[in-house]
């Protein structure tokens, strides 16, 4: 419409309604995804699936990147913190710092391939060739519990005959798996390449980190008022801390079991050790049932060679999980991530529905992040309405009050137990000693900069003096 000096008349945006009229449009546009979704179901999860394959490369490379950003930091900061004295060069610190970097993870990824590969392919070699040999051997081995007690009897006669069966019929499963085997290398091939795209932007994310974040705090500040702004790096915060620290500590973790389950193994002559404790290390970084997903492949491939030292292999891993549980666990990961047992199960079997083993292993620190996220928002609302934030004033029962005192009592007890024990003692000063010499380096690296600091400003007095003297 024209007004009458010829100019167009300005649209008169009202703020309220405009407002009201975006979230509508926004509330339109989810119903109408849900409906898809609803419609679709089927596809949902190969839709989600689809779009992680897609971004997988991306997220490698952004994981590598902050998995290995604490070690680019601590060549930067320290070896070649001599370089960026001046307060200069800093870029070619940077670049020597994810340099060497790369270069301990490749000496570490060549020596275990050189070391350990050769071994596990043997194995599986030497298994797949006596397989047949060893069914006979369980066969005899049952054949001699027969006659010690009828019902004994009757379960060898089952077991013996599907055994005999399984034997018959070895050649014929092995020509089934044949294409599952394909189908399994074919996914090896697209791991190692999205790896390596990953690993090739995990260095330029290395090299640009701060520019990166950087980028993101510009665009939550244009986006956020200053109260969402400080909210949004709160919860940033959080995520890192439990994320983050999670997963690093964990790899850390199971390497660890891996390196113990690996000599203890070969100290008690157990065969296969290597491909075992591979297998055991690997899922060990599946919380919650990790151990037991990597025991049981481990027990049956020692029991159809040798079924006593099975047992004893139960027995080891019983005590190596027992001294991550209870130690080595809590204290490179935490006591607790902040989740209830019932909700680590929830997450992994929702997760692993969704994105399969990857969903296994990042499920639960996910899940954590998200139940932090809810935790601060809901004690922020008691708090500001004055009410306790501590779940157990919400008991309604004396029972619920009584469950949750036993509970933390428990804990206590359990935290205390292990530590109080000789290993655990000598574990316990190892760690000690690690915190106590971090600490006085950094009192020393504090007084260095005192001193330096001092003899800065006595060089600028005697400076100073000079000038006035010429």
Known sequence: MQER?????????????????????????????????????????????????????????????????PVVRFFENKAFAFITKNGKKRRLARALSVTCTYVIVLIALTGFVALVVPQIVSGYADL?????????????????????????????????????????????LIAELLPSITKVLSGVITVIKNSFIGIIMSIY??????????????????????????????????ADKSFGGFISAKILDSI??????????????????????LIVGVTNVIPFFGPFIGAIPGVFIIFITNPTKALWFIVLIFLIQQLDGNYIGPKLIGSSIGLE????????????????????VFGVPLFAVIYAFIKNSVESKLRAKGMPESTSEYYTT??????????????????????????????????????????????????????????????????DDSEKNI
């Open 5 to 69: 000096s010829g100019h167009l008349k300005k649209v008169d945006w009202n703020k309220k309604y405009t407002t009201i009229a975006v979230y509508a449009f926004l509330v339109i546009l989810l119903s109408i995804l849900c409906i898809f979704f609803f419609l679709n179901y089927s596809d949902f999860g190969g839709y989600i699936k689809k779009f992680f394959a897609i971004l997988s490369p991306v997220l490698l490379g952004i994981l590598f990147a902050y998995l290995l950003n």
């Open 128 to 172: 797949s060739s006596n397989m047949s040999n060893y069914i006979k051997t369980i066969q005899g081995w049952l054949a001699s519990l027969a006659g010690t007690n009828e019902y004994i009897s009757q379960i060898v006669e089952k077991l013996t005959a599907y055994l005999s069966d399984l034997l018959g019929r070895l050649s014929e």
């Open 205 to 238: 994310f290395l090299l640009a980190k701060e520019r990166l974040g950087a980028q993101a705090k510009k665009i939550a500040k244009a986006c956020m008022n200053e109260k969402k702004y400080e909210s949004f790096m709160k919860n940033v915060t959080v």
């Open 256 to 277: 660890i079991i891996g390196i113990i389950c690996f000599f203890s193994m070969a100290m008690l002559g157990m065969p296969y050790y290597p491909l075992i404790s």
């Open 341 to 360: 047992p019932v909700w680590i199960i929830v997450s992994i079997t929702v997760m692993s529905g969704l994105l399969g083993f990857t969903g296994m």
């Open 398 to 463: 004396e029972a619920g009050k009584q469950l949750c005192r036993e509970r933390a009592e428990a804990d206590a007890r359990h935290s205390r137990k292990f530590s109080e024990t000789k290993l655990g003692s000598v574990i316990a000063d190892a760690f000690a000693k690690l915190k106590r010499r971090k600490a006085e380096a950094k009192e020393d690296k504090t007084a260095c900069n005192d001193d330096n600091a001092a003899e800065t400003a006595a060089s600028a007095e005697v400076s």
